[in-house]
């Protein structure tokens, strides 16, 4: 049987991806699951697991130039999220800023990473 779907997930670059999605995930629901609130091994694996997640999902753009502009984009959103967290409330703005970090370091490490291999 020929199966597009199963032949296409032999690409070694589509494996790498899927299991770099997969521990992320692991990593996100866990931290979630026992709760982050005041527990920073938990705050840790929920920064390292999006940090994996945004690299897993933008990994194909092999330019560091985008993985900058992504880093400058979040930290332009973290600005923003700070400027008018009274506004937002608390509930909006801590999630925001979680992923804004996240963003910003995924964009820096990938920038690395990409200008290391050049």
Do not use: C
Request: net charge neutral.
């Amino acid at each position: 049987m020929n199966n597009r779907f199963f032949s296409g997930l032999q690409d070694v670059h589509i494996q790498k991806t899927i299991l770099l999605l997969v521990v992320s995930l692991v990593l996100i629901g866990s931290s979630l699951l026992i709760g982050v609130g005041d527990n920073f091994p938990m705050i840790a694996m929920l920064f390292t697991g999006l940090i994996i997640f945004f690299f897993a999902l933008l990994r194909h753009w092999q330019k560091a130039a985008y993985f900058v502009i992504m880093a400058v984009i979040f930290t332009v959103i973290l600005i923003l999220v700070w400027i008018f967290k009274a506004s937002l409330g608390e509930d909006i703005a801590m999630p925001a800023g979680l992923v804004s970090i996240s963003g910003i370091l995924a964009g820096i490490i990938g920038a690395y990473v990409f200008v290391s291999k050049e």
